[in-house]
Structure formats: structure tokens, C-alpha cells
């Protein structure tokens, strides 16, 4: 199981920028999903969550401004992140949860120009 995330860069304070996240080897339909953060010297923060058949929840630094999705056909996990701010600068993550195994991504960089 892999799990590889792209679309991180620099973003402006108030814009917007997607996250993807190519998963390979399950399907994203058969696991609850997340999406995480880190910044430098701080725990990994979840910020948004898909579980299987629940709608989806955030953290409340975020909520409001990202969206968490996935795409079975392309088996991607999203992250759609708009009105940024400085403080979502962070390494962002995703994960994929079952009974018994857990899988995670390397991350990806997102910095916020103000």
C-alpha cells in the first residue's frame, strides 16, 4: 500500500490551493480517510476527516475553509483548502485507516505567503 501526495507550493494569504493524495493498493472507498499537518517542532494535527458512511469533519482552525473529498474512480484522497491563512503553513499529510492497519503518506509542504 502507497500512499503519495502532491499539490503542495506557495499560496498567497486568501487564496486557495488542492492537495491530492494517489492511493495504491486499496481502495479508498474501503477505509476511513484523513488529512493532517505538522508544523516544525509541533505534533500532527488532523484537520479534516472522511470516514466510511459519516459525512465529513474538521478541525476548528479549518473549519469552514477546507473541504476533504475522495475520488474512488481515480482512488485519490483531496484536500481543497481556500481563504488561507499564514498559520496553515505546514507539512500536509494523508492517511488511510481500517481494523488493524494504518497507512500514511511522506507529505507535502504548503507555505503561505503573507
Known amino acids: 500500500v502507497q500512499l503519495a501526495e502532491s499539490g503542495g507550493g506557495v499560496v498567497q494569504a486568501g487564496g486557495s490551493l488542492g492537495l491530492s493524495c494517489a492511493v495504491s493498493?486499496?481502495?479508498?472507498?474501503?477505509?476511513?480517510v484523513f488529512w493532517g499537518r505538522q508544523e516544525p517542532g509541533k505534533e500532527r494535527e488532523v484537520v479534516a476527516t472522511?470516514?466510511?458512511?459519516?459525512?465529513?469533519t474538521y478541525a476548528d482552525p479549518v473549519k469552514g475553509r477546507f473541504t476533504i473529498s475522495s475520488d474512488s474512480a481515480k482512488n485519490t484522497i483531496n484536500l481543497q483548502m481556500t481563504s488561507q491563512k499564514p498559520e496553515d503553513a505546514a507539512i500536509y499529510s494523508c492517511?488511510?485507516?481500517?481494523?488493524?492497519?494504518?497507512?500514511w503518506g511522506q507529505g507535502t509542504q504548503v507555505t503561505v505567503s503573507s
Open positions: 492517511d488511510a485507516r481500517t481494523l488493524g492497519a494504518y497507512y
Open positions: 493498493g486499496l481502495s479508498v472507498s474501503s477505509v476511513d
Open positions: 472522511l470516514r466510511r458512511g459519516s459525512s465529513a
